[in-house]
């Protein structure tokens, strides 16, 4: 299993932008999300389609698309 297995994209979907599991939830809308939801269980009663793994993997995703965009400005 890789370990960003959960995020897809799809340029038919959402514009191309990266996804979990194909749904309408992109990572940049998980990420708001948590912003605005800091405690994990109001998060999972608002969207419960989202799950733990979703999340982590939505961090990890934008953790390392982060990263690659810094090194890009070295």
């Given at each position: 299993?890789?370990?960003?297995?959960?995020?897809?994209?799809?340029p038919n979907r959402m514009n191309?932008?990266?996804?979990?599991?194909?749904?309408?939830?992109?990572?940049?809308?998980?990420?708001?999300?948590?912003?605005?939801?800091?405690?994990?269980e109001e998060l999972r009663r608002?969207?419960p389609e989202l799950d733990d793994?979703?999340?982590?993997?939505?961090?990890?995703?934008?953790?390392?698309?982060?990263?690659?965009?810094?090194?890009?400005?070295?």
């Amino acid at each position: 299993m890789s370990p960003l297995d959960r995020i897809t994209i799809d340029p038919n979907r959402m514009n191309g932008q990266p996804s979990i599991r194909g749904m309408r939830l992109t990572v940049k809308r998980v990420l708001k999300l948590l912003a605005v939801y800091p405690d994990g269980e109001e998060l999972r009663r608002e969207y419960p389609e989202l799950d733990d793994e979703d999340i982590r993997q939505a961090l990890a995703y934008a953790s390392a698309h982060a990263l690659a965009k810094a090194m890009a400005f070295r």
